[in-house]
């Protein structure tokens, strides 16, 4: 059974900073994209930053480039996202999500991904 735990949930001040990681097991990681998506309340969920297996590419969406960084240790089964210069509307829950057969390319679509975590909650205070 694929479980995807997150931790580093919490309460910053604006232009503070926060790491995030999820813990993977069950599956095989190092054949496994991963991301991270995150979801306000009232919204939808939107995609933040995801790696390939390989951490060879990584892709981010506009609103956090330059202040977010995906990364992943293969050794520990886990990704991480450093969160730096956060701001107010970057409060959400943010999830991780895997999965080992999607392309590059769709890498940013939630509906892509067949494993996804608890969440864990990012609150940025202003």
């Known amino acids: 059974q694929v479980q995807l735990v997150e931790s580093g949930e919490g309460l910053v001040q604006a232009g503070g900073s926060l790491r995030l990681s999820c813990a993977a097991s069950?599956?095989?990681?190092?054949?496994?994209?991963m991301a991270w998506f995150r979801q306000a309340p009232g919204k939808e969920r939107e995609f933040v930053a995801a790696?390939?297996?390989?951490?060879?590419?990584?892709y981010y969406a506009d609103f956090v480039k330059g202040r977010f960084t995906i990364s992943r240790d293969n050794a520990k089964n886990t990704v991480y996202l450093q969160m730096n210069t956060l701001k107010p509307e970057d409060t959400a829950v943010y999830y991780c999500?895997?999965?080992?057969?999607?392309?590059?390319?769709?890498?940013?679509?939630?509906?892509?991904?067949?494993?996804w975590g608890q969440g864990t909650q990012v609150t940025v205070s202003s």
């Open positions: 069950g599956l095989i990681f190092s054949s496994n994209n």
């Open positions: 790696i390939s297996w390989s951490g060879g590419r990584t």
């Open positions: 999500a895997a999965d080992g057969s999607i392309t590059l390319g769709t890498m940013t679509l939630a509906e892509r991904y067949r494993n």
